[in-house]
């Protein structure tokens, strides 16, 4: 047991049973669909996010044949959310082919929100409350809410309780020149105020995760990225939109010298020790995917593909405030237990999918992992969790180069690792098997595995 | 929609105007709905032959108002002249001249329609020139005719029933809206295959069909009309077009397969899909083609080359994969889109000329091999369709062009997509080999 209250779980607890094992049905992934992902301010910058989410689920629809049918339920959400869309997912339902009969909720967990609505759809299919699902997640750094000043709000809502004259006018006269200034939506933790990138940089440093390790994870997400769309990887898991068919924010003929050229943008006090440029970071992107779920009995009643179960899934959440652990550091946390309650090690994942927050998040996390001490103190094992074998982790691109909508990246990367995995099948009668990670914020990790069907 | 000048000229000032000043008056065509009556008025059949009889007793079964012998002055919705055993140029005479007398009472969007033999299997000089005489006579004839009636002849090779299926198929898709902007054309059955729908409203239920091309167009048409006639589709087009071609699968409640039909395992993957999905394939409709346009003299390797590998190299591939597929052996049905361009020829399309007059070639030369399956594969060569593509033509050529055939309008991508549902059918499986132009009697080309 670790010493610090993050509980992982050791050997000897590791024989709790997985789904499958206690009798539960399985939760397959029959395909996805994902609009490309478009920078902020680009091709969706007059897009909201009900017209990208309908448009991805349309997709879906189309791809799979589902016109008219009563799904068990759709679930997705968004991070940048307006006030106004407060029934986002049903109302896109409504606005898609599907039976308007297809219940459907909004889920809200930062950057996280995607693959968690496929971890509660898969467990409510698992139990048999459900036979069909689509998962997914939108969002625009586009088309954000503004929102007004504390101090209007208020007096607009004294206004509307007012019933006289005078007492309005009373109220009115409260108002100042700043309160009709309109906030713009902050990416700042509330707790810390510091940006997600300075948060990251503070880790990047702690870790010494070098500049130029970060450019060749960069460039390696686009090349990875390009090379699946030229080899028609994306053909079945993307549907164009508004003019664009690939993600606009890859660079296919990037390089390393142009990666290397760029100043950093976050953690600029650090000095020399500044690592983290626009090129090895995320940059704001609009985008939607979904992702569609099934019982074995549902999809093979219509003929639909299988390409991986969901298997199981773990959070986690860590004290960033108190500056504990770095803010996108759940994940470190997270895997070892989920891996723990399978009796599973690094080595034994075929893929991995490490969501790109940003290139040093995702180096941060494999050097706590490579660390025997943290791995002693921290995760409560014997030594270091392992080594991810890099020529497995994000082979077909991820977040840097495709861009980072953030509720939107769950779907993306769940479709296509599913697809990976099915394509891999089974080696020996083992199953292909793949890791997704993806930090939040307010220090939060949702991983899960997946394994080929 | 009729294109704005014949909307016209078909009210009021318009039409009175158009009238005074001699200028073109197409008119608005007669074109299916489900349900509607097949032909609007009585059938009259003209011809001595026991196959005239035979037809005549088949279309009294089909609810139709039959007649042997006109009433002057009654208005008749289609003429029949029934010419399969002339043997002399001299016995053409009684029959078209004994109809000549009702032409006048042909009601709008009126049908004459020619049952012959061909003249190619005839076995004696006369009797060959008196069958390709009603060649010559039904393209004259179908010029004469007006306000959007139109005339088409069927072809009966040797041994051939007018009650096989294949006929009758013919018979009712001439008389009927499917065929509205078929003009002038000749349609040969070769044999008496095929089978008739056991309801006409539906005539392709329970097919599996793929449509190439299908995110707009004509291909989205088409994919709309096979849907109409009771088929489960898949359409299929570029990835980059995935967005219309998302639309229009969900219009149409089947699925979409983006895919680039010159990928080399572009066959396999159709299959694959229309199995695995939908359990079948029964039809697939070539449509998707390119147009890149230059003299020959400013030809380069890009523009011929996406060509050919789009419009002819790909159907031959994904073909070959059909053909030897085990999941393409139930009376399947190939159609495929040429054009009037590859049979008359156009200015600056060398290469799309080329392409689709090798469409034609391919035709025929693949009749033969779906046949052992019982399979067909015909093509239709559309000429001016009024679609997106030919609205970005300049106004002045656009609007010559649309004038320049017997109905004197464009076509509509519907009148495309009725004549390869048709070719498409049970009731076409005597059908094979053929092409058969939709180009309201254009006047370049054959």
């Keep these: 047991m670790s010493i610090d209250g993050q509980s992982a779980t050791g050997p000897d607890q590791s024989a709790r049973p997985t789904a499958g094992a206690t009798g539960l049905r399985r939760a397959v992934v029959v395909g996805g669909n994902r609009i490309p992902f478009a920078r902020a301010g680009g091709a969706y910058a007059k897009s909201s996010n009900q017209d990208m989410l309908t448009a991805a689920l349309d997709g879906l629809i189309a791809r799979f044949g589902l016109q008219d049918e009563r799904l068990g339920e759709v679930a997705a959400g968004a991070v940048l959310k307006h006030s106004r869309d407060f029934n986002l997912t049903r109302e896109a339902v409504l606005g898609s082919a599907l039976s308007a009969e297809t219940p459907a909720y909004d889920l809200q967990q930062a950057c996280a929100t995607g693959l968690e609505t496929v971890v509660g759809l898969s467990n409510k299919i698992k139990l048999g409350q459900i036979d069909s699902a689509i998962a997914g997640g939108v969002d625009s750094a586009s088309d954000a809410p503004v929102v007004v000043s504390e101090g209007l709000r208020e007096v607009i809502l004294d206004l509307n309780r007012a019933k006289t004259l005078p007492q309005r006018l009373q109220i009115l006269s409260r108002l100042r020149p700043k309160d009709l200034a309109p906030l713009a939506p902050g990416t700042a933790e509330p707790r810390t105020g510091l940006s997600m990138g300075e948060h990251q940089a503070l880790t990047t440093a702690q870790w010494k995760v070098s500049r130029e390790a970060q450019d060749e994870l960069a460039l390696n997400s686009h090349r990875n990225l390009a090379a699946a769309y030229e080899a028609g990887f994306f053909d079945d898991l993307i549907t164009p939109y508004r003019g664009l068919s690939r993600d606009g924010n890859m660079r296919a003929d990037t390089s390393a010298e142009k990666l290397a050229s760029l100043k950093p943008v976050f953690g600029r006090n650090l000095g020399a020790d500044a690592t983290m440029t626009a090129g090895n970071s995320t940059p704001l992107t609009d985008g939607a995917s979904t992702v569609l779920l099934a019982s074995d009995e549902w999809a093979d009643a219509r003929d639909l593909p299988k390409l991986a179960s969901v298997v199981d899934a773990e959070a986690a959440a860590v004290d960033f405030v108190h500056g504990k652990d770095g803010l996108l550091m759940a994940p470190v946390f997270a895997v070892p237990r989920l891996l723990a309650r399978h009796n599973l090690t690094l080595a034994d994942i075929d893929y991995f999918e490490i969501h790109e927050a940003f290139a040093a998040t995702v180096l941060s996390t494999l050097a706590a992992w490579e660390d025997e001490e943290f791995g002693r103190t921290r995760l409560g094992l014997d030594g270091a969790l392992g080594k991810v074998d890099r020529s497995r982790l994000n082979v077909n691109g991820s977040s840097l180069a495709a861009g980072h909508p953030f509720a939107a990246t769950g779907g993306r990367i769940v479709a296509s690792l599913a697809k990976l995995l099915h394509a891999k099948g089974s080696t020996d009668g083992r199953p292909a098997r793949g890791l997704v990670s993806v930090c939040a914020a307010g220090g939060l990790g949702v991983v899960a595995i997946l394994e080929s069907v | ?446």
């Design chain 2, 1 to 446: 929609m009729a294109d704005k000048y014949t909307q016209l000229v078909n009210q009021g000032l318009g039409k009175n105007v158009a009238k005074r000043l001699g200028l073109p008056q197409p008119a608005l065509l007669r074109r299916y709905h489900p349900g509607q009556p097949l032909i609007p008025g009585p059938v009259v059949i003209q011809g001595d032959s026991a196959a005239a009889d035979k037809l005549g007793t088949e279309l009294l079964s089909w609810d139709l108002d039959i007649r042997r012998h006109a009433v002057p002055g009654e208005q008749l919705g289609a003429i029949i002249l029934v010419l399969d055993e002339v043997e002399r140029p001299e016995d053409l005479g009684r029959t078209v001249l004994s109809a000549a007398a009702s032409l006048r009472d042909l009601a709008p969007s009126g049908r004459v329609l020619t049952v012959s033999r061909p003249a190619a299997e005839a076995v004696s000089p006369a009797a060959a020139a008196a069958r390709q005489g009603i060649d010559g006579l039904l393209r004259s004839l179908a010029k004469e005719l007006r306000a959007g009636a139109t005339g088409n002849g069927i072809l009966l090779a040797e041994g051939v029933d007018i009650t096989s299926p294949s006929a009758l198929g013919a018979v009712r898709f001439f008389l009927s809206g499917r065929s509205a902007f078929v003009d002038g054309q000749f349609l040969k059955i070769s044999d008496a295959g095929g089978t008739l729908p056991q309801d006409a409203d539906i005539p392709l239920a329970g097919k599996v069909a793929v449509v190439t091309g299908a995110a707009r167009g004509i291909g989205a048409q088409i994919a709309r009309t096979l849907h109409r006639d009771g088929a489960t589709l898949v359409v299929v087009d570029l990835p980059a077009a995935g967005d219309h071609l998302a639309a229009v699968a969900n219009e149409v409640k089947g699925t979409a397969l983006q895919l680039d039909i010159t990928r080399a395992d572009a066959g396999q993957r159709i299959i694959d899909h229309a199995v695995q999905r939908h359990g079948r394939l029964d039809i697939v409709i070539h449509n998707a083609g390119i147009t890149r346009d230059k003299l020959l003299a400013n030809m380069d390797p890009a523009r011929w080359d996406s060509v050919i590998n789009i419009n002819i190299a790909a159907q031959l591939r994904i073909n070959e994969a059909l053909l030897a597929s085990e999941h393409f052996s139930q009376s399947p049905r190939i159609v495929t889109v040429a054009s009037t361009s590859g049979i008359a020829g156009n200015r600056g399309q060398t290469n799309y000329a080329a392409s689709k007059g090798g469409v034609m070639g391919m035709v025929r030369a693949t009749a033969p091999l779906l046949a052992e399956a019982g399979g067909t594969i015909n093509a239709v060569a559309p000429g001016f369709i009024e679609t997106e593509m030919t609205a970005r033509i300049p106004l002045a050529i656009r609007e010559t062009a649309r004038r320049l055939n017997s109905l004197k309008q464009g076509g509509q991508p519907a009148d495309v997509a009725e004549t390869i549902a048709f070719l498409a059918s049970d009731s076409a499986g005597g059908i094979s080999g053929e092409v058969l132009r939709v180009c309201g009697q254009n006047l370049v080309g054959a």
